[in-house]
Each structure stands twice: as C-alpha cells, then as structure tokens.
C-alpha cells in the first residue's frame, strides 16, 4: 500500500438410624444431630463444586497463556522477481508458477500499474498480465477452485478472473472495513483489512459469516495485511514489520511468529536500497513449500522455519511484530 508503507454421593452412614426421641434426647441435641447430617450431605458437594471451578479457572488461565512460538528459517532457493512489482497478494499456481496481485496507482508513476499476473516461479518471467483500471489500488489475492477474488485498497470493490487468462469475471463488494488480505481454505474465504480483525466471508454470498480480533500479549495485532491459508493455520503479513503472524482460524488465537528481519536486510546490504516491505505469502501444498517476497523486492525467496535458536521474550515480539 503506497501509504501505509475445564457427585458424589452423600455419605448415607446414618441412613438406617431412628430420630432422636428418647428421653435423653433434648431438643438441642436433636437440632444438633440434624445439623451434622447435614454437613455431612454437602461438604461433599461443596468441595466439588469448589473443585470444579477451579478446574474451570485452571483452564481458562492455561488457555489465555497458551505458548506461543517463534520461529526463523532457513533459506532453499532464492529466485527473480520483478522489481517494480509492489506485491500485495501471491498464490501458487501449480506448474512451477503463481499467481500475483500488485499495487500502485497509474497515474501517480506511470510506469507502474496495479495489475494481476501470472508469474514462473524459476525466472520470475510474467506469462500473463491483467491491467486493472487506473483507479483501482490492486490487494489481496487467492484462488478458490477456478477462480481468483481479489480486493483493492481503500474500497469495498474486489474482483473475480479466470485462472486461464486472468480476464475479469466479476465485481463484487464486501463487509471489510477495507481490501488488504484475502486467503482460503477451499470451502471459505478469509480476510483483513488492516485492523486486527480476521474475517470469514462466505464465498457465494461474499458477506462477513465471522470476525475475530487478533492480540498478542493483551495486545491488538494491528495492520493484517497479506494472507495466505497453510496446513490448518492463517498465516498474515503484519505491515511495517518483518513478521508474520500464525493464527488459528478456529478461535483466532496467536499460534507463533516468523521473523524474517534478514530477508530485507540482506537486499539492503546488497544494494536494493529502493525496497519497500515484506509482503506475500504462497504455500504449495504439494511439495510443502513456502514462498515469500515483498513490495518491490527483486527477489522472491523459498524458506523452510525451524524453531528460533535465540532467546526472545514476549516484549521483543511486541516490539519487532506489533506495531
């Protein structure tokens, strides 16, 4: 985006005993009497339900402090990409190719132009290109069945293109607050727009079915951006940072970061001093391979996580992932 860079019975020992009528039996011993079988019956209840409220407390802490982990990576192969691409959605393709959403007014830089192509994973090279129009503000991208949904930046207006020569389909519009993320998991679609709410849109209807807002440590987890669905899990660009966050779709909980900082230094040191944010997530589901690049990155890297090695409190995470 140009600016936004978890009964026991009653203890029945006297059960078979009579009343307290004889003689020596005064009426204070019989009230006494009365009062101890009836601490008998619920003390055991008591420590019960005692018992299960402390289960339940128990829970609900271990739940709130679940452990979150953080994770690096490894780098397998690094490949071309197009330098003027400003990356804002990515998808796998199949057939050694993806599918990419790209940001940038016309008018303000008329060299570029938002666009949705489909790109060879190996040299980087465009096979096919779709211009949008010059007032749209290409986002987030993914693929369900033959179809591509695209949202655009500052507007409720997403797209629908064929997957074979990426002609539009379709216009339709939706209940975000605004375009910036889009992913699936095959049945719905899912979407952000760049507050800490994730959302879930019914693909036929394109209407909000659920929305959950992301924290961290009691903390929003704003700026959702590009996001792409990997083995059960949400996995989101957070912008203006070199994190990305893994969230359970299921109840929206904070499952671990990534932390890829090196990715953009390294094209710094190099020389690529023109390089804007990290931005863009694709899984190949059949290979289990992870692709990432970002606005404007020459380059477009395949990585394999691995646990971090190095020892990072929750107010490092919060420093370097939530802005």
Not at 160 to 184: C, P, S, V
Not at 237 to 251: E, F, G, H, L, M
């Amino acid at each position: 985006m140009a600016s936004k860079s978890s009964k026991k019975k009653p203890n029945s020992k006297r059960s078979n005993s009579k009343p307290a009528s004889s003689p020596m039996a005064s009426p204070k011993h019989f009230h006494l009497k009365r009062f101890f079988i009836l601490i008998s019956i619920m003390l055991p209840v008591c420590v019960i339900v005692v018992l299960g409220v402390s289960s339940n407390t128990s829970y609900k802490i271990s739940s709130d402090h679940h452990s979150v982990k953080i994770y690096g990576f490894e780098l397998v192969n690094e490949f071309p990409h197009d330098p003027r691409a400003f990356t804002q959605g990515l998808v796998y393709a199949g057939n050694e190719s993806l599918y990419e959403s790209t940001g940038l007014y016309k008018q303000f830089i008329f060299w570029f132009q938002s666009t949705v192509r489909r790109v060879a994973i190996q040299t980087g090279k465009v096979e096919v290109l779709h211009k949008m129009p010059d007032s749209f503000f290409g986002e987030g991208l993914t693929l369900l069945g033959e179809r591509l949904f695209q949202v655009t930046w500052l507007t409720k207006i997403g797209f629908i293109y064929d997957t074979k020569n990426l002609q539009k389909l379709d216009r339709f519009t939706h209940q975000m607050e605004d375009g910036w993320g889009l992913a699936t998991d095959g049945k719905i679609l899912y979407g952000s727009d760049g507050t800490s709410t994730l959302y879930q849109i019914d693909p036929q209807t394109l209407k909000a079915t659920r929305k959950q807002v992301i924290q961290f440590n009691g903390r929003e987890v704003r700026y959702l951006n590009e996001l792409e669905y990997i083995n059960g899990e949400i996995w989101a660009n957070v912008w203006q940072t070199d994190c990305i966050a893994r969230i359970s779709p299921k109840d929206g909980r904070m499952l671990g970061w990534i932390l890829l900082p090196t990715l953009r230094q390294g094209l710094i040191a190099a020389g690529y001093n023109g390089i804007d944010v990290l931005n863009g997530i694709a899984w190949d589901s059949n290979k289990n391979r992870i692709f990432v690049t970002g606005k404007l990155w020459p380059k477009l890297y395949e990585i394999k996580l691995h646990p971090e090695r190095r020892q990072i409190d929750n107010k490092d995470i919060e420093q370097l992932c939530v802005p």
